[in-house]
């Protein structure tokens, strides 16, 4: 028997009113450098944030970003009832460490850079099922840290094919409740794992793009919904090359994602900027997201928006072994206020 929550298999309803109550971003230079810089709240001017290393700058980003939506919400530290966070390094340390700076339950949560919709979806349904009255989902990602992990070290400057894409240094956090006049949460649906075989791990948006055609697909038909209910829809970080394969998938299978269709990787910066293919990382979605999306969405110029990180599943074990690179994608309805 189907739950009162669900619409289909994959996706919740949320039947209460759930509201992002503040969100806000922490981003490196090259990102406060883009078309997005105006929306961000807090652009260091290096790589390093001023601390010691690149793993203690992509913490200290997300504390700033988590304690500035703490208090865009108007709420104090001791309010919040959990924190679920996510990063891309081992044992996700930024995640760690950053709770161990606030006196705040922690869920760490992994879904690569899928983990800002799947924290904000998993932090939704905790707030609509009655077990929190406020969260905060959180997640971050570093240029230098990420390089550093899953393929070379920035010292070493080996060379990327055009198809690669630039890791997002950053951080987004928002905090959600019931109430508010905050934009809405409305549904969520949660994806499945899709591995078409592919084991470049440069070559993110081909792999990417097909479990974010999956998501997408399974939401319109479980909210019987098209790509045109939606003022603005974004994909995480497919770059140019998955943007291209998904509008094509998509359109096969009678969705025409065209009009209302971007991807958060091309959004945050400008063409001339030596990107590769575009942006990647968990702070692609959720800085994108927790500025320009929710600035749009409370000023009204946005009704409704569809939000589907995607996420590469793979390890620097899974990939040195010759494994192919399996991976997800999580979607979040979201409207102005005016909707409800």
């Given at each position: 028997?189907?739950?009162?929550?669900?619409?289909?298999?994959?996706?919740?309803?949320?039947?209460?009113?759930?509201?992002?109550?503040?969100?806000?971003?922490?981003?490196?230079?090259?990102?406060?450098?883009?078309?997005?810089?105006?929306?961000?709240?807090?652009?260091?001017?290096?790589?390093?944030?001023?601390?010691?290393?690149?793993?203690?700058?992509?913490?200290?980003?997300?504390?700033?970003?988590?304690?500035?939506?703490?208090?865009?919400?108007?709420?104090?530290?001791?309010?919040?009832?959990?924190?679920?966070?996510?990063?891309?390094?081992?044992?996700?340390?930024?995640?760690?460490?950053?709770?161990?700076?606030?006196?705040?339950?922690?869920?760490g949560m992994f879904?690569?850079?899928?983990?800002?919709?799947?924290?904000?979806?998993?932090?939704?349904?905790?707030?609509?099922?009655?077990?929190?009255?406020?969260?905060?989902?959180?997640?971050?990602?570093?240029?230098?840290?990420?390089?550093?992990?899953?393929?070379?070290p920035t010292e070493?400057?080996?060379?990327?094919?055009?198809?690669?894409?630039?890791?997002?240094?950053?951080?987004?956090?928002?905090?959600?409740?019931?109430?508010?006049?905050?934009?809405?949460?409305?549904?969520?649906?949660?994806?499945?794992?899709?591995?078409?075989?592919?084991?470049?791990?440069?070559?993110?948006?081909?792999?990417?793009?097909?479990?974010?055609?999956?998501?997408?697909?399974?939401?319109?038909?479980?909210?019987?919904?098209?790509?045109?209910?939606?003022?603005?829809?974004?994909?995480?970080?497919?770059?140019?090359?998955?943007?291209?394969?998904?509008?094509?998938?998509?359109?096969?299978?009678?969705?025409?994602?065209?009009?209302?269709?971007?991807?958060?990787?091309?959004?945050?910066?400008?063409?001339?900027?030596?990107?590769?293919?575009?942006?990647?990382?968990?702070a692609s979605s959720?800085?994108?997201?927790?500025?320009?999306?929710?600035?749009?969405?409370?000023?009204?110029?946005?009704?409704?928006?569809?939000?589907?990180?995607?996420?590469?599943?793979?390890?620097?074990?899974?990939?040195?072994?010759?494994?192919?690179?399996?991976?997800?994608?999580?979607?979040?309805?979201?409207?102005?206020?005016?909707?409800?």
């Amino acid at each position: 028997m189907k739950a009162q929550h669900q619409c289909g298999r994959q996706t919740w309803k949320f039947l209460h009113d759930i509201r992002i109550q503040g969100s806000a971003v922490a981003v490196g230079p090259l990102e406060g450098e883009g078309p997005l810089a105006a929306e961000f709240d807090h652009i260091h001017p290096d790589m390093y944030a001023g601390q010691a290393s690149w793993e203690k700058a992509e913490r200290y980003m997300m504390y700033q970003a988590v304690q500035t939506a703490i208090k865009k919400s108007n709420l104090l530290e001791s309010e919040i009832d959990i924190v679920l966070a996510g990063d891309l390094l081992n044992q996700t340390i930024s995640s760690n460490f950053t709770a161990s700076q606030l006196n705040i339950p922690l869920i760490g949560m992994f879904g690569a850079c899928s983990t800002s919709m799947e924290t904000l979806s998993v932090g939704a349904a905790l707030i609509d099922a009655g077990y929190a009255s406020y969260i905060i989902a959180t997640c971050s990602s570093h240029n230098c840290t990420a390089e550093k992990q899953f393929r070379y070290p920035t010292e070493y400057g080996g060379q990327k094919p055009e198809y690669a894409q630039w890791t997002v240094t950053g951080a987004g956090a928002a905090v959600v409740g019931r109430g508010g006049a905050g934009p809405r949460i409305t549904h969520a649906t949660i994806g499945k794992v899709v591995d078409m075989g592919i084991k470049d791990p440069f070559d993110m948006g081909s792999a990417m793009a097909p479990a974010a055609v999956d998501t997408l697909s399974t939401h319109f038909r479980d909210t019987d919904r098209m790509p045109s209910d939606y003022d603005l829809i974004v994909t995480g970080d497919l770059g140019k090359v998955g943007y291209a394969i998904l509008k094509d998938e998509m359109k096969d299978l009678a969705f025409e994602m065209t009009p209302v269709y971007n991807d958060c990787g091309l959004m945050i910066y400008s063409p001339d900027q030596q990107v590769f293919s575009g942006g990647s990382g968990c702070a692609s979605s959720a800085v994108v997201t927790y500025s320009y999306i929710m600035n749009r969405l409370r000023e009204g110029s946005i009704k409704r928006a569809l939000v589907c990180a995607t996420g590469a599943l793979f390890s620097p074990v899974s990939y040195q072994q010759g494994e192919s690179i399996p991976c997800i994608a999580h979607a979040v309805a979201l409207e102005a206020v005016e909707e409800v």
